[in-house]
């Protein structure tokens, strides 16, 4: 397994203003995610954070929104830019210790734009 | 694209009850994953399971791999009050494919 540490754990931030979130891990892992969980709703993948080159986003997520860096394999930051209230949601950091087996999650970043 | 069919969306059960809770898909998927999220919480692996036929228990859950590996299901026995939470199911396709998530069942346990 592996401990995920993200931070903040939650924020209250104005419209237009732009929150980075950090996701540290205890190990090295193969693989890093970054999940988006509107209120009431299931995970969403936003992206997967490529250690030393840019992360594949999926679709109806961009780099100019959501940039994304993992300059190592145990640490990723998750940006979200020029928010508005749609992007009131929790943000989640996920982890896979070996590609293509069981993920972990952190605690998550309750993020609400006023 | 890929879709995980979850049900039942919510469950309101007796304490002492067993629960049972189920994923399907028309995709094949080579991992099945069932999560438990507490609310203000990041979802918490239960179980994983990597075969088609896989039976595993951790304490009173249990889950299996479908043998069609289109479906998955959990039990939980004899529920108690810190059962309540939302469940999900992931499936993987493989290890170059993304995790595809249920949308969850919700369970209530009245003590």
């Known amino acids: 397994s592996a401990v995920i540490s993200q931070k903040p754990s939650r924020d209250i931030c104005q419209r237009g203003t732009s929150l980075t979130i950090q996701c540290q891990v205890d190990s090295q892992v193969t693989m890093m995610f970054w999940y988006r969980q509107q209120p009431g709703q299931s995970l969403t993948l936003i992206a997967t954070?490529?250690?030393?080159?840019?992360?594949?986003?999926e679709s109806g997520f961009v780099i100019d929104k959501f940039p994304i860096s993992r300059p190592n394999l145990t640490f990723s930051t998750l940006t979200v830019s020029n928010m508005s209230p749609e992007d009131s949601s929790i943000y989640l950091c996920s982890v896979e210790v070996t590609q293509g087996t069981e993920a972990f999650f952190g605690q998550g970043t309750r993020l609400t734009v006023v | 694209g890929q879709q995980l069919n979850q049900s039942p969306q919510s469950m309101f059960i007796q304490e002492g009850e067993d629960v049972s809770m189920n994923c399907t898909s028309s995709?094949?998927?080579?991992?099945w994953l069932w999560y438990k999220q507490d609310p203000g919480e990041g979802p918490v692996l239960l179980i994983a399971l990597y075969k088609a036929g896989e039976l595993t228990s951790n304490g009173r859950l249990t889950a299996q791999f479908g043998i069609t590996r289109k479906d998955s299901f959990l039990n939980i026995s004899a529920s108690i009050p810190s059962d309540v939470g939302i469940y999900f199911c992931?499936?993987?396709?493989?290890?170059?494919?993304?995790?595809?998530f249920g949308k969850g069942t919700k369970l209530s346990v009245k003590p």
């Open positions: 995709s094949i998927f080579n991992t």
């Open positions: 992931a499936g993987l396709t493989g290890s170059q494919g993304n995790l595809i």
């Open positions: 954070a490529n250690q030393g080159s840019e992360a594949t986003y």
